[in-house]
Every structure is written in C-alpha cells, then in structure tokens.
C-alpha cells in the first residue's frame, strides 16, 4: 500500500519528515519573481510560473535528505488553473525525484462527489475510453466529519491504485477542540472516535509494515493527545502538523512515534520555505538554507526518537 512507500523513504533517508510546499508571493524570492514577471508580467502566469520555479528548487535541495513534500492546494487555487497547472506540474517534479507526495485539498463530501475528488488527486479519469492521471498525489488529505459516506468512496480507488488518505482526527489550530475535544456518550471524545473510525476505514487497505492506507492528521501542538491516540490507534499512521512555526518541538512529537520510531511524519512548512528570510540570507540562498533547515529538524527529531527501525 501507499504508506509502505512512505515507511520505505522514512527508513532510507531515517528521517520522519515532510515538507510542506505552501508557497506565498512574499516567501518567494525577488530575483525568481522578478524573472517571471519579466516573461509573463504580473499576471496569474506569471505568478503560477514563481511558485514552480520556487518548488523546484526546494525539492531539488531536499530530494535526497526528506522523504516527503505536502503541497497544499489553496495555496496553488489562488492564481486559478495556472496555480493548478504550477501544483501538478509540482507533483510530477517531485515524485520524478523520488519523493512521496501528500497532497493536502482536505477534500470533504459523500458518494459520486467524493469520488470524483478522489479520482482527480489519486486516481485515473475516463476521457471517451482513455485512461489520463489529472494530479497523480501519493496522498489526500480528507475530512472525514460526513461520516463513512465521505470514506467509503476513497477506499477503493486507494486500493486499485496503490494510494493512500489521512483523515482529520485531532487538528493543529487553538480551536480544535471546541468540537473535536467534545466526550460523547460512553466517554469517548470526538477526535478518539473518529481515530478509532480510521482504523476501521483502513482494515481493508494494510500494508507489510503494519499500517493502513487510512492515516490520521494528529497536530504536534497537543502533545498528550498524540500520545492517547498513539496508544489507541495501533495500524494508523500519523501526518503531524505544526511543529515549527505553529509552535511544536521535538518533544512535542515524540509521543506520535511507536516503538520502532516509526508511525508519523512531522510535517514543516515555513520553517523550510521561508528559512532563507529567518536567517536574513540573500534569496538566491534559499534552497541551500531549506536543506540546512531540513537536516537540523531531521537531527533534532532523530536526536530524540533514536535510529528508526
């Protein structure tokens, strides 16, 4: 299953990380804005061609040291098709490297729609009899707060084409638990009820590592929570945000991890892009400070986790 690839780049590169491909205009640097708006002036081509040109460098510095990229789809739909046209042409770039891709659109509807949102991220498309892969993501990110009617429709597709989902359990932002922190009846809050709903999803879709297809969002920021649903969730794998700039450390996500060091991916996104900015280095070094961001946030979490595995 798809995880597997994901567990095999982990154990290759030992690093449990993923970076996270959320590019802004302000993060990208001047001397590749200024080339694309010279080609295409200051226009959605212009600005899709910024973003991919950034994309391409960083995955070109981290290719070899991370295992995995997380593009995050609104930041590509904000300059139209062309920024969807720059967010496929990102996948191809990135798994012609050889890395793992997450595509994060946190896709959320039931039947034929969700299928349809599965068939385009993950899967093939039927033009007049031939078969043609719209984005082609190792990944998708889903919410899957509608219920089995929102899963269900991924699961096949996951099957046939060797992919795999994370479904939001417990999410990284302050808010989260006004919902997710709720106790239902019998105890259980919602986020443990819906990490115990992925591992029913996913029993259909394990791999030989021991994990499912069906992976879970679980954010660095509740550190005791990752833990409890570590514990609980035994064949999910996790996608951990926010650490780094949404605040979470390496002992913060220590508790996602099992016994071997595996079952997470911690996930960094600004911390990598925009390291060139933080260390008020020229732009033209902005995919060697991305590596240097990426090795010390390797170090720091294998530091603590120990040898994966």
Not at 275 to 298: H, N, S, T, W
Request: net charge negative.
């Amino acid at each position: 299953m798809s995880m597997d690839r994901l567990i095999e780049g982990i154990l290759k590169t030992q690093n449990p990380t993923v970076a996270g491909l959320d590019p802004k205009l302000s993060y990208i640097p001047e001397h590749i804005k200024a080339e694309c708006f010279q080609k295409y002036g200051k226009t959605l081509d212009g600005a899709a061609a910024a973003l991919l040109a950034f994309n391409r460098g960083l995955i070109d510095a981290l290719c070899d040291i991370v295992p995995a990229v997380k593009p995050q789809c609104a930041y590509y739909e904000m300059y139209g098709w062309q920024g969807m046209k720059a967010l496929h042409d990102t996948i191809a770039y990135a798994r012609e490297k050889g890395m793992f891709v997450i595509t994060d659109g946190k896709r959320n509807d039931i039947g034929s729609t969700m299928e349809a949102y599965a068939t385009a991220h993950l899967g093939k498309v039927d033009v007049e009899g031939e078969l043609q892969i719209p984005f082609d993501g190792d990944c998708l990110t889903v919410n899957g707060y509608l219920g089995s009617d929102g899963i269900v429709p991924l699961l096949n597709i996951c099957k046939e084409q060797d992919k795999g989902i994370f479904v939001l359990v417990k999410t990284s932002n302050p808010s989260s638990g006004e919902l997710q922190n709720l106790k239902l009846e019998g105890g259980d809050t919602v986020y443990l009820t819906m990490g115990k709903k992925c591992e029913q999803w996913g029993e259909s879709t394990m791999g030989k590592y021991g994990y499912s297809g069906v992976g879970a969002v679980v954010g660095a920021t509740y550190p005791q929570q990752l833990g409890e649903l570590r514990s609980a969730l035994k064949t999910t794998f996790f996608l951990v945000p926010g650490y780094g700039a949404q605040g979470g450390g390496a002992d913060d996500v220590l508790p996602a991890f099992d016994e071997k060091g595996l079952g997470a991916v911690i996930n960094s996104s600004r911390g990598i892009m925009c390291a060139y900015q933080k260390r008020g280095l020229p732009g033209e070094d902005f995919a060697k400070a991305a590596r240097e961001e990426a090795i010390r946030m390797r170090d720091e979490i294998v530091g603590k986790l120990g040898k994966i595995g």
